[in-house]
């Protein structure tokens, strides 16, 4: 037999499996390796998000799974199939480990694309939606980095051995992330294998999730330039301003003092009072408070000043007498109840001319 032909038999009859098998065994000497590698490049990318304000919703980590290992490395070649498509798996297959960062909003992945070409030397990006149209496959998109630490960083002592080592981190809306996850156990990966009416419907919620993200990074922009707007607004003495818990912060810390104790849930109830007891705008909650002074009136229910939260709900009280108590959320908890009716007595006796503000008819009597 001519030395060619032999070659020929040898490779048709190449063994994947032990191929495979023997991959796995070096790759579980080294996982280790490749955990330590990902669990450090997810903390760099955590802490240059964090430094850079990035709001994501998850960074995740991990080193391949062993059985996922074995497979891909037993795989024959896309262009010829007689020999397997990775000779050297250890060293060829490039997501042993692996970050996944998954983002609220799709305008947040140019952000976070920003920092890994901040923080690493990035060898390949790929867009997967591309990849999954010229397959004919059912999909959606996401993108996929290759990187490596930066040569500074390789330098120090923690991270000189990971080297050369490639890390993949995918980049992921939160909707492009369930359609990932859901994608797992859908029968049919090809759109030539499925029936007409199913490759449909596919289509269609595919369209509907993309629609879905664009419209939710939408309202995100909207959001933000009326919060903007409001802002811009009270600075200029404009309060003709929705009731919102940013627009109602921004007026206390103007008309009260700054009070950095006071978390988000704080303007959301505040919020939720000031609707429950009829007001609109900031306009009419100036009307309501403006003859009053909140020290005082803190000093004199409470016998020292409270933080801006308490200030103003006895500024509302002072301003909208028993109006303030009946309609408040709390109105029917009899603890609380009594605790506003003691607080409007001590302001009456306290000297304070009780106002009956009502902002369903913006006046005052």
């Not at 994947?16 to 490049?41: D, M, P, T, W």
């Not at 993949?168 to 499925?194: G, N």
Request: net charge negative; aromatic share 8%; proline share 4%.
């Amino acid at each position: 037999m001519e030395s060619a032909d032999i070659e020929e038999e040898r490779e048709s009859t190449f063994d994947f499996e032990e191929h495979g098998r023997e991959a796995l065994s070096e790759y579980l000497k080294a996982r280790s390796h490749y955990q330590a590698l990902a669990l450090s490049v997810e903390r760099i990318i955590r802490e240059c998000l964090n430094r850079l304000q990035t709001k994501i919703n998850s960074v995740t980590s991990r080193a391949k799974d062993a059985e996922s290992f074995e497979k891909k490395a037993s795989q024959p070649s896309d262009i010829d199939p007689t020999v397997p498509k990775y000779r050297d798996p250890l060293h060829e297959i490039t997501d042993l480990a692996g970050v996944r960062i998954i983002t609220f909003f799709p305008d947040t992945m140019s952000e976070v694309e920003h920092a890994l070409n901040e923080q690493f030397s990035i060898i390949e990006r790929t867009d997967k939606s591309d990849a999954l149209i010229d397959n004919e496959r059912f999909g959606y998109q996401s993108v996929h980095f290759l990187l490596k630490l930066k040569p500074p960083r390789t330098k120090l002592p923690e991270f000189a051995r990971f080297g050369e080592d490639i890390v993949e981190v995918q980049v992921r809306t939160i909707l492009q992330h369930a359609w990932a996850e859901i994608e797992h156990d859908i029968q049919y990966k090809s759109a030539l294998a499925i029936p007409e009416e199913i490759n449909r419907r596919f289509m269609a919620l595919a369209a509907l999730l993309e629609i879905a993200d664009r419209e939710f990074q939408s309202i995100h922009d909207a959001e933000s330039r009326i919060r903007t707007d409001a802002r811009e607004r009270l600075i200029a003495g404009n309060l003709d301003v929705e009731i919102t818990p940013d627009s109602l912060k921004a007026y206390l810390d103007r008309k009260l003092g700054v009070d950095n104790r006071l978390s988000k849930s704080t303007y959301d109830w505040l919020v939720r009072v000031l609707k429950g007891l009829g007001f609109a705008d900031l306009s009419q909650v100036d009307a309501c408070i403006a003859p009053f002074d909140d020290g005082a009136l803190s000093r004199i229910t409470e016998g020292w000043r409270q933080g801006q939260a308490t200030r103003f709900e006895h500024m509302l009280l002072a301003g909208m007498g028993e109006t303030f108590l009946d309609r408040h959320p709390l109105g029917n908890e009899p603890s609380w109840a009594a605790l506003g009716t003691d607080r409007l007595r001590r302001l009456r006796e306290g000297g304070i001319d009780i106002a009956s503000y009502d902002p369903q008819n913006s006046s005052v009597e």
